[in-house]
């Protein structure tokens, strides 16, 4: 008790950093789905070696203790044809030389991994991992020598789909917009087989989140390797049509594969107001820059908007920490321990309250000790679980993965 004095001038540090400080970093910690906007590293705003208006960026991953994240290749879904295809391709283009020229800008603080000794040795090393995965296949532009390109790139995850119907397999969400039939038994095209195929062959890992239902069946059915979802939630918590049933959990776990929990509002709390608010504001926004339609990538960042999601925050609360945890624990309770994982759609749309970007990521640590797990299992929901999948992914390929 006689310390208390002394404390008194670090009472400050001490709230801040407050349940942080209070256990050790994991072995490693792996964020599977971070997003980046298309003009990452290409204009100074999005240089993520400073701070930048990004919730993640090298200064907020070291001060946070976020030592690996997936940067993902996003293309939005738009028609099946020569020009569509065309458009994602060269969008696609563009966010890998982004990645590229984070780790060549940047090469003593964060390296490129390939491979799972890659991110254990850059965390020795203590340097930060950045690995790629791809969050819609039609960025493939519809031609399966790409998944040798994507490859050589440094994708080792590819996600068939994002929001809509495209050539490999059907969404969980399908849009009316670009002319989707309603869901049905249909799952993965001819096209989408030969894309699965090949990535068991190459080493990359297949990604369901986004998929729908039947996709995913289709694909357990399919994949020789074990399967991820790289940013999903739990159905039986929250109805809703990106959240995985109890049924996939366990197929997905039956495969030795893992499904990492993503602390996305929507997946988290169903909360009408907040998205008609929020489609609103979107609405709102585009109109004052003279656009037809909100384009994430053209809007997230103007002020306008984000003022508008601030007050929209104090309106309609995020989701916290406890009810990211109770999704966790959920998923463990059905598919076992060593099948879930953490992931954050950083720069997506995600973030709740207590994990608003990387520089808060031991506040996820330490909510998962407050919750009873142990050090053994927070080691495996931080990243252990889902290198165990990526190295079985690498065995299940022709030749290593190097
Ligand atoms: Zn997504």
Same mark, same amino acid.
């Given at each position: 008790?006689?310390?208390?004095?002394?404390?008194?001038?670090?009472?400050?540090?001490?709230?801040?950093?407050?349940?942080?400080?209070?256990?050790?970093?994991?072995?490693?910690?792996?964020?599977?789905?971070?997003?980046?906007?298309?003009?990452?590293?290409?204009?100074?705003?999005?240089?993520?070696?400073?701070?930048?208006?990004?919730?993640?960026?090298?200064?907020?991953?070291?001060?946070?203790?976020?030592?690996?994240?997936?940067?993902?290749?996003?293309?939005?879904?738009?028609?099946?044809?020569?020009?569509?295809?065309?458009?994602?391709?060269?969008?696609?283009?563009?966010?890998?030389?982004?990645?590229?020229?984070?780790?060549?800008?940047?090469?003593?603080?964060?390296?490129?991994?390939?491979?799972?000794?890659?991110?254990?040795?850059?965390?020795?090393?203590?340097?930060?991992?950045?690995?790629?995965?791809?969050?819609?296949?039609?960025?493939?532009?519809?031609?399966?020598?790409?998944?040798?390109?994507?490859?050589?790139?440094?994708?080792?995850?590819?996600?068939?789909?994002?929001?809509?119907?495209?050539?490999?397999?059907?969404?969980?969400?399908?849009?009316?917009?670009?002319?989707?039939?309603?869901?049905?038994?249909?799952?993965?095209?001819?096209?989408?087989?030969?894309?699965?195929?090949?990535?068991?062959?190459?080493?990359?890992?297949?990604?369901?989140?986004?998929?729908?239902?039947?996709?995913?069946?289709?694909?357990?059915?399919?994949?020789?390797?074990?399967?991820?979802?790289?940013?999903?939630?739990?159905?039986?918590?929250?109805?809703?049509?990106?959240?995985?049933?109890?049924?996939?959990?366990?197929?997905?776990?039956?495969?030795?594969?893992?499904?990492?929990?993503?602390?996305?509002?929507?997946?988290?709390?169903?909360?009408?107001?907040?998205?008609?608010?929020?489609?609103?504001?979107?609405?709102?926004?585009?109109?004052?820059?003279?656009?037809?339609?909100?384009?994430?990538?053209?809007?997230?960042?103007?002020?306008?908007?984000?003022?508008?999601?601030?007050?929209?925050?104090?309106?309609?609360?995020?989701?916290?920490?406890?009810?990211?945890?109770?999704?966790?624990?959920?998923?463990?309770?059905?598919?076992?321990?060593?099948?879930?994982?953490?992931?954050?759609?950083?720069? =997506? &749309?995600?973030?709740?309250?207590? %994990? +608003?970007?990387?520089? $808060? /990521?031991?506040?996820?640590? !330490?909510?998962?000790?407050?919750?009873?797990?142990?050090?053994?299992?927070?080691?495996?929901?931080? =990243? &252990?679980?889902?290198?165990?999948? %990526? +190295?079985?992914?690498? $065995? /299940?390929?022709?030749?290593? !993965?190097?």
């Amino acid at each position: 008790m006689k310390l208390w004095p002394y404390l008194g001038a670090l009472a400050p540090l001490l709230l801040w950093t407050g349940p942080a400080a209070a256990g050790e970093d994991p072995p490693v910690t792996i964020d599977t789905h971070v997003d980046i906007p298309l003009a990452y590293m290409h204009e100074p705003r999005f240089d993520a070696g400073h701070d930048t208006p990004l919730q993640v960026d090298l200064g907020k991953m070291e001060r946070g203790g976020l030592n690996a994240a997936f940067f993902v290749i996003y293309v939005e879904q738009g028609p099946l044809n020569a020009k569509g295809y065309a458009k994602a391709v060269a969008q696609a283009r563009r966010k890998y030389e982004d990645i590229h020229l984070l780790v060549q800008r940047y090469p003593r603080r964060i390296k490129l991994a390939t491979t799972p000794e890659q991110v254990i040795a850059n965390r020795k090393a203590g340097v930060l991992s950045a690995m790629i995965g791809i969050e819609n296949g039609y960025s493939l532009g519809h031609d399966l020598k790409n998944m040798d390109w994507v490859f050589a790139q440094g994708a080792r995850y590819i996600g068939l789909t994002h929001v809509g119907h495209n050539d490999l397999c059907t969404s969980s969400m399908p849009t009316a917009e670009l002319g989707d039939p309603p869901l049905s038994d249909a799952g993965l095209s001819a096209f989408g087989k030969q894309v699965v195929e090949r990535a068991n062959r190459l080493g990359i890992m297949v990604d369901v989140s986004h998929s729908s239902d039947a996709c995913v069946r289709d694909v357990l059915a399919l994949s020789k390797a074990p399967v991820i979802a790289s940013h999903s939630g739990a159905h039986a918590l929250v109805n809703h049509p990106r959240n995985l049933p109890d049924d996939l959990l366990r197929a997905i776990a039956a495969k030795g594969g893992v499904v990492q929990a993503v602390a996305y509002k929507g997946f988290l709390k169903l909360d009408p107001g907040r998205e008609l608010a929020e489609k609103a504001l979107q609405a709102q926004v585009a109109k004052q820059a003279g656009d037809k339609q909100y384009d994430s990538e053209k809007h997230d960042f103007l002020p306008a908007y984000v003022q508008g999601m601030a007050r929209i925050d104090k309106a309609f609360p995020l989701p916290t920490l406890d009810d990211y945890l109770a999704q966790i624990r959920h998923m463990v309770d059905v598919a076992g321990i060593d099948h879930v994982g953490i992931a954050s759609d950083f720069d =997506g &749309g995600g973030g709740i309250d207590g %994990w +608003r970007d990387a520089s $808060q /990521t031991r506040n996820v640590t !330490a909510a998962l000790r407050k919750a009873g797990f142990s050090d053994a299992d927070i080691a495996k929901l931080w =990243g &252990g679980n889902l290198l165990r999948v %990526w +190295r079985a992914v690498e $065995q /299940t390929a022709d030749a290593p !993965a190097r």
